[in-house]
């Protein structure tokens, strides 16, 4: 199952590592009736490309929880700071929703993924953050299939 990424700007290209997408699908797939989200790390190597090091799942629950979520964010933003072998920090966010059916950001997932938007272009300049949407219903039909 490939994830939908819209970019926030048109025309940048996103690399994703082997490692950043493992972990997101198997967050997804860990919990696989719930709501999970996590954050992407990386840095822009040009006005016009992202690379994506690492993902950092934060939640499989509601989020709802605002405080859980600012925490699990400000975490995640330290570590990608300290990450060693560049200037990596946060780039992106992904969602998988709870329901096979549902291919959309919810508002929740769509705030945090702003909130996500706007670090980085503190952070960058300008901002080159992506909001990565895995598709819940193709996930659980090649496991199965």
Sequence with gaps: ALPHTPSAKMGVKYTLSEKAYVK?????????????????????VSDSAV???D?????HSS???TPNVEIAMEQAALHA???PGGDYTLVGYYHANELHADDRF???AAKIADAVAGGAAACQGGSTACALLIDSAKLGSEVVG
């Design 55 to 59: 993902a950092i799942p934060m939640l």
């Design 63 to 65: 989020l709802a929880v």
């Design 24 to 44: 997101l699908i198997l967050h997804a797939l860990k919990f696989p009736l719930r709501n999970v989200n996590g954050v992407l790390v990386g840095r822009v």
């Design 106 to 108: 919810t508002k929740a």
């Design 81 to 83: 700071a300290a990450t």
């Design 51 to 53: 690379e994506i090091v």
